[in-house]
Nanobody
Framework: VQLQASGGGLVQAGDSLRLSCGAS????????MGWFRQAPGKERESVAA????????YYADSVKGRFTISRDNAKNTVYLQMNMLKPEDTAVYYC?????????????????WGQGTQVTVSS
């Protein structure tokens, strides 16, 4: 299984970015997908998640109304649209696949992880 995250970069506060995560080696449509982030000196935290059929989504309170998770099962890809970025969004962002399919925010339910992409938001 491989998850390849991309789309990170250096932006200014208020800008937008769209992260992508391509998956291979798994039946993508059966997996819930999640985005997590880890800032320096902090624990990894859940940002957003989507169930296998896109029927359930989760967003951390800190990103509600600004971030949107979506998936394209035909392309084996999950996206994270990030709008109105803030300096506190600065972190390495990881995508992960959850074989239980529920779209949980719990890290331990995600069995496969991508390598991470850096997002830096300047003030």
């Amino acid at each position: 299984v491989q998850l390849q995250a991309s789309g990170g970069g250096l932006v200014q506060a208020g800008d937008s970015l769209r992260l992508s995560c391509g998956a291979s080696g798994l039946t993508f449509s059966r997996y819930a997908m999640g985005w997590f982030r880890q800032a320096p000196g902090k624990e990894r935290e859940s940002v957003a998640a989507m169930s296998w059929n896109a029927g359930r989504t989760y967003y951390a309170d800190s990103v509600k109304g600004r971030f949107t998770i979506s998936r394209d099962n035909a392309k084996n890809t999950v996206y994270l649209q990030m709008n109105m970025l803030k300096p506190e969004d600065t972190a390495v962002y990881y995508c992960a696949a959850d074989p239980y399919g529920s779209g949980s925010s719990r890290l331990r339910e995600y069995g496969y992880w991508g390598q991470g992409t850096q997002v830096t938001v300047s003030s």
